[in-house]
């Protein structure tokens, strides 16, 4: 027979809440670094190609 769940407490819920905002940052720094090095043509972790044509 099914049983509910018990409820999250409100602090397990901040905590998970603030660990997932906190990579989600984490992740959105390193993406505007490596967009910044990229602009300024000072990337060695990222192939881009100019088309010297256009």
């Not at 940052?25 to 505007?32: D, M, P, T, V, Y």
Request: charged content about 35%.
């Amino acid at each position: 027979m099914a049983v509910p769940k018990k409820r999250t407490s409100r602090a397990k819920k901040n905590a998970r809440k603030a660990n997932w905002k906190k990579k989600a940052n984490k992740q959105a720094e390193k993406a505007l670094s490596l967009a910044k090095s990229v602009l300024r043509g000072q990337s060695t972790s990222f192939i881009y190609i100019i088309n010297e044509d256009e």
